[in-house]
Every structure is written in structure tokens, then in C-alpha cells.
């Protein structure tokens, strides 16, 4: 089933004229825009004519002959919500994604810069904040959920413009928001080559580091030991993963999110909750021992036979050579299912 | 394959143990920064069990744990197999944190930096002898793997020293300062410091750099019978972000633990996180430290965090500041303190105006978001209104591009660049850049940033353009905002700006007085829309008019 109540925008620059350009928003952005689409992930109607865009997501990425601008947003964003008023039909969910460079304001507000941002036109970006703010006051959509995978530096003189489109008064009815940035304020955001095992991402190419992270807590590995996949198991996953990758790569990066939704509300999901993984042995022979999240045994046995083939919850597990303590960490988490231990 | 798989396939079985809590202990030895360390626990369900500053100490069930250790940049984490029953005791010794000053507990210290550093913050660089009083210390230095360090920053000059009138005190050039280099074998590191000190007066200083590719200007305030000491990293240029201020009555000691929690909450102030360790706030009411900088530092972490009932708290701290001190009245910062602790405390604003810009940018904001509401805390065309335009946010430390020796004629050349820039924009991009371009046209030379300072450029032949930013960001502004008469206010314009209401008003009268707007001719905007510009144009005039209708 479809989520035809849901939109979004998604929003990839890698050119800007006046900045260096970018390697891996355009990739970053056709990764959310899989997971907006797929039905295990945001669930969005996709295009008939073509599968992979849809009817409800504005994307705009920038190439070196063309340049996508804010009105290309507004409009997109009256139009529709104009639509959803006209038809009376509600809407649920509104997804804000944006990969580019950015500029920090506030601790709430930072200006993401499109393509003619320059020194002198300083505030050609988007305002985080009073996007936010205005989506807010319509009251349109009942959850909104804006990503943000840019630096929060900051520069005098930048805030970031408003959106053209504006409420008089606040809407009645009862909206909710994530604002989730890919770093602090006030530090940059990093994209680096990464190797992932999933198919297509191992090619050495940049990534955001903050959508890496993000794809794959929302792909369920963010998912809590019941398969239920809340926005608190996701912030909770972000904040301990992307300093992780992020160190991998010896940088510094911690998220940070701001929310008015219910971290127990359920973002998308369930996951399965047993999933199936193979864990190989380097030199088989010997008994190991495969403990639990809370150090339960699992699995005692011998690896004579090379491997094992299991069904595992979610969580941490821990293997280790019988009558030893030291041993090898492993994360159930459905988007890595093999390891190997030796 | 496939029955082997099959075969090989394990149900989970469970073996229950007892569920004993365990008990959980985890020491940061560096305790100058325990305070400013945070600790998160999370289970093996990625689940945050447990979180604090400084060590923890807390039962847990059994069970894979992993611990996040984060002091500024540094972040670790250590994973824990927890036994029920058993009792974990870990530590962490020490962080792998950089900085610009060379004291004990960064990784980043090393002899070749802590040595210079100790002996020439007690002698005059400028003539070796001994110092006493009122002195300012400038402390440089460079470390990197393949590159030996090159001194051309020094023998040009670009460093200079002005007083609180803005004449040339020193321009800091081999002479004036002590410079060691080597290499660090071991480490196959080139190092180098480089160190100026001298006593002064008590009062206001600006630390200019000007190199053709990088300028930056530092207010600086000198204490009486205060050290104030500047740190900064450098790498092929200053890296001004990594700038440190500190004070100090008995020149730099590499064992200082103050500077260590110093570096330690102008990291939090950095990131936006407002952390007073209580043991810290009780020093500072009690007037308890050894470097005031600590106290003026504790005094903005307390202002900006949620605390609203500090009024007399507040007092006390601010009082056993200006106890220890004999000028620190007049200092900017301190004036920044009264004026914040008037806001949230709701007590009457002052009247006094901003002399010189604060040292730390927190200070000078406060300064701006008040004059709103009441201008007269920024002097009308004075100098601390002029940096406004001229910030550069990239340090807690105020930082802002040097006020200008001199305008210099905008040639051909610029002015083709401005065509080639605004060739294909949008037609009120392109209006705002003729705009400013316009303006900068009509000005030249006759309308000059400041009084001319007698610092000559560090390369007079090199033409420069300022950038005149603010015109074109506010037709930029006008032409996004509505034309109601209401929604058109020149303060929210400088809020938005982050200049002063005064400098928005002057622009304003500038576009007005010089028509600029209708000056616009075909040779910027030739691709333009006739017809669009004609409406953008009145559009843009009408709500000049309408916002300087009252003033």
C-alpha cells in the first residue's frame, strides 16, 4: 500500500557558482529518494510513466546546465498544497531532504545554500527554520520531517530566506516536526568514499557521511529488538553510528536533531525482527560461542564445518572462543548479514 | 549448497544466567576536564541506558554495552562484555585534543612550544629584558609533517599591533619577534614558534593580519597589571579559529589547569553548548581563580544557559571580577556582561554605549540585538557599528575583516566581472549586484569605511573592492518582502543582516539620494526583461520611500 498522503522534496546540489563543488549530493539524493519510493522505506505512489520518480516528490538536483532555484520549490510546494486544500483531502507527512553546502544561523536555523548563492547574493538559500515555521503555521501536513546532510559553519550576514508563500495565522490542528542536521552547530558536515556492501555503493565515490547513516537506520537498521523502527531508535542509532564512520575517517561529526514528534512514533516499519546471517570462520575447528544483547548463549558449538547459518534478533552480539573472554562484536542490524570471525 | 545451508542452520537456544546487576564505573583522570566530558552508555539494543558530565558510576543488568566518550572533538567509544554480578572499573587518562596554547593535556604540546612559550611570556621580545605590569603576549605556532616552515608572513610584516586610537603600535616583523624552527625527528615533524611580547598600557588593541590573500582584525583588551596572551595555530596561513585568549599575572605555565578548562568552554561556547560545572560557579562567585579570563568566561556560560533566577548569583560573580582587576570595568566584555545580565534579569538597560568591540563575539552580539531597541547602545557611524558589515564568524572570539585604509576606484576590469558574474542570473540577482556595483561606482573616493589609519597596506599597489555586501543583500531583502507598510521595518532588516539599524538607514539613503536603483542602465542588465525591471525597479524604490518616510 501506497503512501499517497505523503510528499516530499529532495534536493541534491553538487554545482554551485561561486563554491567548490560537491561529489556526493546527487548520489545522496537519489539514495533517499529509493528509500522515499520503496514501500518498505517511505512508501511514496511512484510515477506510471516512470517508476522511478513520483507524483508527490519535487526533486531538484543542480548540473552544470541547470540550476534549480528557490522558486522552483515555492511554487512546486503552493501548487500542491493548494491541491491537497482544493481536493480536501488531507495529507499526512511531508519529507524536507537537502544535500549541499550550508551555512549555520542559529542552533535551529541554517541557511542551505543553492546553486547562485555567492558572497554578494549571501542569502540565496533556503531557511531551515522558517520553512519549518511556515509548513507549521499551514498545517497541512501532520508530521514533517526535514533531513539536512550540510556543513553549519557560519558567515556573518546569512539567514536564508522564508518561503514565498505565507499563513496569516497559525493552522489549529496539531503539527509535528524532526529537524535533523547532519552536524552541530556551527562544524561541518563531511562526505567521504564509502564503502558499503550494499550494491552500487562500493564504487568509491563520496557520500555523505550523515546520509549513509541515515539510509541505513531507515532501511531498518535503526530498528529496535521488536522490528519497530520509532524515531527515537533512529536518533538513537545516528548518534552512535555517524561519530563512528565519522572517526573511521578520522573526522568529528555528531548529529543533531530537534523534534517535537513523539520519539516512540514510528517512522516507517516494522522490520523483520529475525534475520537471517551467515557468520564464517577463518579457521574452523574449535568451539565458539555466540552470546546475546544481554549475554545470553545463542549458539555453542563447533566450527568445524567453515560457517554458521543463522536466525538472529536484532542487536549486539558477541562471539568468542570457548574458556576465552576476548572476542569479536557483531551488530544485527538486516543491512549487514555476513561476518567473519578469526 | 543449499542442504548444507539448511543443515547448518541453528535455532536459537537460551541459557538463562542470573540477573545480578553488575556495577559500572568509568573515571576520567584528566580532572581539570572531567567536568566538561560527556559520557553516554548505550546497551546492545543500541539503547541509551545511561548519560552524564564528568565520571559515572551506576548499576546495569548483564550485557553488551558500549560507552561514547566525548570532550569537544575527541569522541571514543569502548565496548564492555558485563557479567551479572561483576563490577567494571575503566578510566580514561587523558584525550587526544588539539589547541593553540602548549599546555599539559593537549596531544598537541610539545617542548619545542611550552619552552618559548614560558620564557618569552616573561621577557619583551622587543628588547629581551624582563616584563612587569600591563603586557600582551602573541604566541604562534606551526607544526606539520612535510612542510618546513616559512617565516615570509614574519619578514613581510603582515601581523601589526594598533592601539585604541587606531595608530600603528608594531608591526611584528623579524626583528620584533622570537622565532625557533626545527624538526621534530622522531615524529618527522617541522615545528616552529613564533612569540611577541611587550609591556603596554592598559586598554584596547587590535591584532591585524594583512596578507594579500587573508585579513583579519582581533580586538584585544589589556588588563592592568594583566598579561593578555593570544594563541594561535598556523599552517600556511593563521588559522584563526584556532585563536585562544587568555590572561595571566606570572607570564604562561605549561602546567596551568586553568587554561586546559579555559580551551575546554571556549570549545562548548564553539559549539553552542552551555556547560558551567558547578564546582567552576562556585569559584567564580567566590572570586576563586587564578586567570580572570576563566571568570569573564563563566560569567557569558552562565548568561546563556537556562538559568533565570541567577540575579544575585550573577551580581557576585560579576563583582568578584571587577575585584580582581583593577580597569576591568571599562572593558567592553564586561560591559557586554552588565548589558546581558540587565536583559535576562530584567533590569534597567545601560546607558553607557559599546566603546570598542568585545573580545568575544557573544559580547558584541548582545550589543547589536539590544541596539535595536535601543540605538543608543551603538554609536551612530562610530567604529564599533563599522565592523558589523565586516564579521567573520568563524571563532567565540570577535574576527572581522579590517577596517579599510582606503577605497580604491573600481576599474574596467571589476567592472567586467560584475557583467561576467551576472551573465544568465536571474533579473533581481543581477539588480542587486548592479546595485552594489552601482554604489560602489558612485562612492569612490570620497565615502570612506573609517579614518584612515596609518598603517600602510601590506601591498599599497594592489587594488581592492569592498565588498559591499549590504546594499545588495538588502535589495535582495525588499525584493522578497511584502509591500505592506507594516511588514517593511528597517530593524528587522539589520536583524536579518545582523548590521545595525543605522548602517540598514544609511544604505537606504544612499539608494535613495543616489537613485541608484534607477541608475541601472543596460550595460549591467542588457538580458533583462524591460518590462520586469521597470516593476521590480518601483517596486524596490516604493518601499525604500516607505521605510525612510519616518526616519
Given at each position: 500500500?501506497t503512501n499517497?498522503?505523503?510528499?516530499?522534496?529532495?534536493?541534491g546540489?553538487e554545482?554551485y557558482?561561486?563554491?567548490?563543488?560537491?561529489g556526493?549530493?546527487h548520489s545522496d539524493?537519489?539514495?533517499?529518494?529509493d528509500?522515499?519510493?520503496d514501500?518498505?522505506?517511505?512508501g511514496?505512489p511512484?510515477?506510471?510513466a516512470d517508476?522511478?520518480s513520483?507524483p508527490?516528490?519535487?526533486?531538484?538536483?543542480?548540473?552544470?546546465t541547470?540550476?534549480?532555484?528557490?522558486?522552483?520549490?515555492d511554487?512546486?510546494?503552493?501548487?500542491?498544497?493548494?491541491?491537497i486544500?482544493?481536493?480536501?483531502?488531507?495529507?499526512?507527512?511531508?519529507?524536507?531532504y537537502?544535500?549541499g553546502?550550508g551555512i549555520?544561523?542559529t542552533?535551529?536555523?541554517?541557511?542551505?545554500l543553492f546553486?547562485?548563492?555567492?558572497?554578494?547574493n549571501?542569502?540565496?538559500?533556503?531557511?531551515?527554520e522558517?520553512y519549518?515555521?511556515e509548513?507549521?503555521?499551514k498545517?497541512?501536513?501532520?508530521e514533517?520531517y526535514?533531513?539536512?546532510?550540510?556543513?553549519?559553519n557560519r558567515?556573518?550576514?546569512?539567514?536564508?530566506l522564508?518561503?514565498?508563500?505565507s499563513?496569516?495565522?497559525?493552522a489549529?490542528?496539531?503539527?509535528?516536526?524532526?529537524?535533523?542536521?547532519?552536524?552541530?552547530?556551527?562544524t561541518?558536515a563531511?562526505?567521504k568514499?564509502?564503502i558499503?556492501?550494499?550494491?552500487?555503493l562500493?564504487?568509491?565515490?563520496?557520500?555523505?557521511?550523515?546520509?549513509?547513516?541515515?539510509?541505513?537506520?531507515?532501511?531498518?537498521a535503526?530498528?529496535g529488538?521488536?522490528?519497530?523502527?520509532?524515531?527515537?531508535?533512529?536518533l538513537?542509532?545516528?548518534?552512535l553510528?555517524?561519530?563512528?564512520?565519522?572517526?573511521?575517517?578520522?573526522e568529528?561529526?555528531?548529529?543533531?536533531a530537534?523534534l517535537?514528534l513523539d520519539?516512540d512514533?514510528?517512522i516507517?516499519?516494522?522490520?523483520?525482527?529475525?534475520?537471517?546471517?551467515?557468520?564464517t570462520?577463518?579457521?574452523?575447528?574449535?568451539?565458539?560461542?555466540l552470546?546475546?544483547a544481554d549475554?545470553?548463549i545463542?549458539?555453542?558449538?563447533?566450527?568445524a564445518?567453515g560457517f554458521?547459518?543463522?536466525?538472529?534478533s536484532?542487536?549486539?552480539?558477541?562471539?568468542r572462543?570457548?574458556?576465552q573472554?576476548?572476542g569479536?562484536?557483531i551488530?544485527?542490524?538486516?543491512?549487514?548479514?555476513?561476518?567473519?570471525?578469526? | 549448497?543449499?542442504?548444507a545451508l539448511?543443515?547448518?542452520?541453528f535455532?536459537?537456544?537460551?541459557?538463562?544466567?542470573?540477573a545480578?546487576?553488575a556495577?559500572f564505573s568509568f573515571q576520567?583522570q584528566?580532572?581539570?576536564?572531567?567536568p566538561f566530558?560527556?559520557?553516554?552508555l548505550?546497551n546492545?539494543?543500541?539503547?541509551?541506558?545511561?548519560?552524564c558530565?564528568?565520571?559515572?558510576?551506576?548499576?546495569?543488568p548483564q550485557?553488551l554495552?558500549?560507552?561514547?566518550?566525548e570532550?569537544?572533538d575527541?569522541?571514543?567509544?569502548?565496548?564492555?562484555?558485563?557479567?551479572a554480578?561483576?563490577?567494571v572499573?575503566d578510566e580514561?587518562?587523558?584525550?587526544?585534543?588539539?589547541s593553540?596554547?602548549?599546555v599539559?593535556?593537549?596531544?598537541?604540546?610539545?617542548?619545542?612550544?611550552?619552552?618559548?612559550?614560558?620564557?618569552w611570556?616573561?621577557?619583551?621580545?622587543v628588547t629581551?629584558?624582563g616584563?612587569?605590569?600591563s603586557?600582551?603576549?602573541?604566541?604562534l605556532?606551526y607544526s606539520?609533517e612535510?612542510k618546513?616552515?616559512?617565516?615570509?608572513f614574519?619578514?613581510?610584516?603582515?601581523?601589526s599591533?594598533l592601539?585604541g586610537?587606531?595608530k600603528?603600535k608594531?608591526?611584528?616583523r623579524?626583528?620584533r619577534?622570537?622565532?625557533?624552527t626545527g624538526k621534530?625527528?622522531n615524529a618527522g615533524?617541522?615545528?616552529?614558534s613564533v612569540?611577541?611580547?611587550?609591556e603596554?598600557?592598559?586598554g584596547q588593541?587590535?591584532?591585524i593580519y594583512r596578507?594579500p590573500d587573508?585579513?583579519?582584525?582581533?580586538?584585544v583588551?589589556?588588563y592592568?597589571?594583566w598579561?593578555?596572551?593570544?594563541?594561535?595555530?598556523?599552517?600556511?596561513?593563521p588559522?584563526?579559529?584556532?585563536?585562544?585568549?587568555?590572561l595571566?599575572?606570572?607570564?604562561f605555565m605549561?602546567?596551568?589547569e586553568?587554561?586546559?578548562q579555559?580551551?575546554?568552554?571556549?570549545?562548548?561556547?564553539?559549539?553552542?553548548?552551555?556547560?558551567?560545572p558547578?564546582?567552576?560557579?562556585v569559584?567564580?562567585v567566590?572570586?576563586?581563580w587564578?586567570?580572570?579570563?576563566?571568570?569573564?568566561?563563566?560569567c557569558y556560560m552562565f548568561l546563556?544557559s537556562?538559568?533565570t533566577?541567577?540575579n544575585?548569583?550573577?551580581?557576585?560573580?560579576?563583582t568578584?571580577l571587577e575585584a580582581?582587576?583593577?580597569?576591568?570595568?571599562?572593558?567592553p566584555d564586561?560591559?557586554a556582561?552588565?548589558?546581558m545580565g540587565?536583559?535576562?534579569?530584567?533590569?534597567?538597560?545601560?546607558?553607557?554605549p559599546?566603546?570598542?568591540?568585545c573580545?568575544?563575539a557573544?559580547?558584541?552580539n548582545?550589543?547589536?540585538?539590544?541596539?535595536?531597541?535601543?540605538?543608543?547602545?551603538?554609536e551612530?557611524?562610530?567604529?564599533?557599528?563599522?565592523?558589523?558589515?565586516?564579521?567573520?564568524?568563524?571563532?567565540?572570539?570577535?574576527?572581522?575583516?579590517p577596517?579599510?585604509?582606503?577605497?580604491?576606484?573600481v576599474?574596467?576590469?571589476?567592472?567586467?566581472?560584475?557583467?561576467n558574474?551576472t551573465?544568465?542570473i536571474?533579473?533581481i540577482?543581477?539588480l542587486?549586484?548592479?546595485?552594489s556595483w552601482?554604489i560602489?561606482k558612485?562612492?569612490?573616493p570620497?565615502?570612506?569605511?573609517?579614518?584612515?589609519?596609518?598603517?600602510p597596506?601590506?601591498?599599497?599597489?594592489?587594488?581592492?573592492?569592498t565588498?559591499d555586501?549590504?546594499?545588495?543583500?538588502i535589495?535582495?531583502?525588499?525584493?522578497?518582502?511584502?509591500?505592506d507598510?507594516?511588514?517593511?521595518?528597517?530593524?528587522?532588516?539589520a536583524?536579518?543582516?545582523?548590521?545595525?539599524?543605522?548602517?540598514?538607514?544609511?544604505?537606504?539613503g544612499v539608494?535613495?539620494?543616489?537613485?541608484?536603483?534607477?541608475?541601472l542602465?543596460s550595460?549591467?542588465?542588457?538580458?533583462?526583461d524591460?518590462?520586469?525591471l521597470r516593476?521590480?525597479?518601483a517596486d524596490i524604490s516604493?518601499?525604500i520611500?516607505t521605510l525612510l518616510?519616518?526616519?
Amino acid at each position: 500500500m501506497t503512501n499517497d498522503l505523503d510528499f516530499a522534496v529532495v534536493i541534491g546540489v553538487e554545482y554551485y557558482q561561486q563554491n567548490t563543488p560537491l561529489g556526493g549530493p546527487h548520489s545522496d539524493t537519489e539514495k533517499f529518494m529509493d528509500w522515499l519510493l520503496d514501500p518498505d522505506g517511505g512508501g511514496l505512489p511512484r510515477d506510471a510513466a516512470d517508476p522511478k520518480s513520483s507524483p508527490n516528490v519535487l526533486k531538484l538536483l543542480s548540473t552544470p546546465t541547470y540550476t534549480p532555484r528557490k522558486d522552483d520549490l515555492d511554487l512546486w510546494l503552493d501548487e500542491k498544497m493548494n491541491g491537497i486544500v482544493k481536493d480536501n483531502q488531507g495529507a499526512r507527512r511531508f519529507y524536507f531532504y537537502f544535500s549541499g553546502h550550508g551555512i549555520g544561523v542559529t542552533q535551529k536555523n541554517s541557511a542551505l545554500l543553492f546553486p547562485l548563492w555567492t558572497r554578494t547574493n549571501r542569502n540565496y538559500a533556503l531557511s531551515s527554520e522558517k520553512y519549518l515555521d511556515e509548513l507549521l503555521k499551514k498545517g497541512i501536513f501532520k508530521e514533517i520531517y526535514f533531513f539536512m546532510d550540510c556543513c553549519r559553519n557560519r558567515i556573518a550576514g546569512v539567514e536564508g530566506l522564508a518561503p514565498t508563500w505565507s499563513s496569516p495565522l497559525p493552522a489549529s490542528g496539531a503539527v509535528d516536526y524532526l529537524l535533523y542536521y547532519a552536524t552541530e552547530f556551527d562544524t561541518a558536515a563531511f562526505e567521504k568514499p564509502v564503502i558499503g556492501q550494499e550494491e552500487g555503493l562500493n564504487n568509491g565515490l563520496p557520500r555523505g557521511l550523515f546520509t549513509e547513516v541515515l539510509i541505513n537506520g531507515l532501511r531498518g537498521a535503526a530498528a529496535g529488538r521488536n522490528g519497530k523502527l520509532s524515531i527515537g531508535n533512529l536518533l538513537s542509532y545516528v548518534k552512535l553510528k555517524l561519530p563512528e564512520l565519522a572517526s573511521a575517517h578520522n573526522e568529528t561529526q555528531i548529529p543533531k536533531a530537534m523534534l517535537s514528534l513523539d520519539p516512540d512514533h514510528e517512522i516507517c516499519g516494522p522490520f523483520q525482527k529475525k534475520i537471517a546471517v551467515t557468520i564464517t570462520f577463518k579457521v574452523p575447528g574449535g568451539k565458539v560461542i555466540l552470546e546475546d544483547a544481554d549475554l545470553e548463549i545463542v549458539v555453542e558449538e563447533d566450527t568445524a564445518v567453515g560457517f554458521w547459518n543463522l536466525n538472529l534478533s536484532r542487536g549486539q552480539y558477541f562471539l568468542r572462543a570457548e574458556g576465552q573472554q576476548e572476542g569479536m562484536k557483531i551488530f544485527v542490524d538486516g543491512i549487514t548479514n555476513q561476518y567473519v570471525y578469526g | 549448497m543449499l542442504m548444507a545451508l539448511l543443515t547448518n542452520m541453528f535455532m536459537a537456544k537460551k541459557i538463562s544466567k542470573a540477573a545480578n546487576p553488575a556495577r559500572f564505573s568509568f573515571q576520567i583522570q584528566n580532572r581539570a576536564l572531567a567536568p566538561f566530558t560527556h559520557l553516554k552508555l548505550f546497551n546492545g539494543y543500541n539503547e541509551v541506558v545511561g548519560k552524564c558530565y564528568g565520571d559515572m558510576d551506576m548499576e546495569i543488568p548483564q550485557g553488551l554495552y558500549q560507552l561514547r566518550i566525548e570532550m569537544n572533538d575527541f569522541v571514543e567509544d569502548r565496548n564492555y562484555r558485563v557479567e551479572a554480578g561483576s563490577q567494571v572499573n575503566d578510566e580514561i587518562i587523558d584525550f587526544k585534543l588539539n589547541s593553540a596554547i602548549p599546555v599539559y593535556g593537549f596531544s598537541s604540546t610539545h617542548e619545542y612550544f611550552s619552552n618559548p612559550a614560558e620564557e618569552w611570556s616573561r621577557k619583551s621580545s622587543v628588547t629581551g629584558l624582563g616584563i612587569s605590569g600591563s603586557s600582551l603576549f602573541l604566541f604562534l605556532s606551526y607544526s606539520e609533517e612535510d612542510k618546513p616552515f616559512d617565516m615570509s608572513f614574519i619578514e613581510a610584516g603582515y601581523f601589526s599591533l594598533l592601539d585604541g586610537n587606531r595608530k600603528l603600535k608594531y608591526r611584528l616583523r623579524v626583528d620584533r619577534v622570537k622565532l625557533e624552527t626545527g624538526k621534530n625527528e622522531n615524529a618527522g615533524v617541522f615545528f616552529a614558534s613564533v612569540c611577541f611580547t611587550d609591556e603596554m598600557s592598559a586598554g584596547q588593541y587590535y591584532l591585524i593580519y594583512r596578507s594579500p590573500d587573508l585579513k583579519r582584525e582581533i580586538p584585544v583588551y589589556v588588563y592592568q597589571d594583566w598579561q593578555t596572551q593570544v594563541f594561535i595555530r598556523i599552517r600556511e596561513f593563521p588559522i584563526f579559529a584556532s585563536t585562544r585568549i587568555s590572561l595571566s599575572r606570572n607570564g604562561f605555565m605549561r602546567n596551568d589547569e586553568d587554561i586546559l578548562q579555559l580551551d575546554a568552554m571556549i570549545s562548548k561556547l564553539h559549539n553552542g553548548m552551555y556547560v558551567l560545572p558547578a564546582d567552576l560557579m562556585v569559584n567564580d562567585v567566590n572570586g576563586k581563580w587564578e586567570n580572570p579570563m576563566l571568570g569573564i568566561m563563566a560569567c557569558y556560560m552562565f548568561l546563556l544557559s537556562d538559568i533565570t533566577d541567577g540575579n544575585y548569583l550573577y551580581l557576585k560573580m560579576l563583582t568578584s571580577l571587577e575585584a580582581s582587576i583593577v580597569n576591568i570595568h571599562e572593558s567592553p566584555d564586561m560591559a557586554a556582561l552588565r548589558l546581558m545580565g540587565a536583559v535576562l534579569f530584567n533590569n534597567a538597560i545601560p546607558e553607557e554605549p559599546l566603546s570598542a568591540p568585545c573580545m568575544l563575539a557573544v559580547g558584541l552580539n548582545a550589543f547589536l540585538k539590544q541596539s535595536m531597541a535601543h540605538p543608543h547602545l551603538i554609536e551612530a557611524d562610530g567604529l564599533v557599528e563599522k565592523i558589523f558589515p565586516r564579521l567573520v564568524k568563524e571563532s567565540v572570539y570577535t574576527m572581522y575583516e579590517p577596517l579599510p585604509q582606503t577605497f580604491f576606484v573600481v576599474n574596467q576590469k571589476v567592472e567586467n566581472t560584475v557583467k561576467n558574474i551576472t551573465k544568465g542570473i536571474k533579473f533581481i540577482d543581477k539588480l542587486a549586484k548592479g546595485v552594489s556595483w552601482l554604489i560602489l561606482k558612485n562612492r569612490m573616493p570620497t565615502i570612506t569605511g573609517a579614518a584612515p589609519m596609518s598603517v600602510p597596506s601590506a601591498a599599497p599597489q594592489a587594488e581592492e573592492v569592498t565588498d559591499d555586501w549590504v546594499s545588495s543583500s538588502i535589495i535582495s531583502q525588499l525584493s522578497h518582502i511584502s509591500t505592506d507598510p507594516d511588514q517593511l521595518d528597517i530593524a528587522a532588516i539589520a536583524q536579518q543582516l545582523q548590521v545595525t539599524t543605522n548602517t540598514v538607514k544609511k544604505t537606504l539613503g544612499v539608494l535613495q539620494e543616489k537613485g541608484a536603483i534607477k541608475e541601472l542602465g543596460s550595460a549591467v542588465l542588457e538580458h533583462v526583461d524591460k518590462k520586469e525591471l521597470r516593476q521590480a525597479v518601483a517596486d524596490i524604490s516604493a518601499k525604500i520611500d516607505t521605510l525612510l518616510k519616518d526616519e
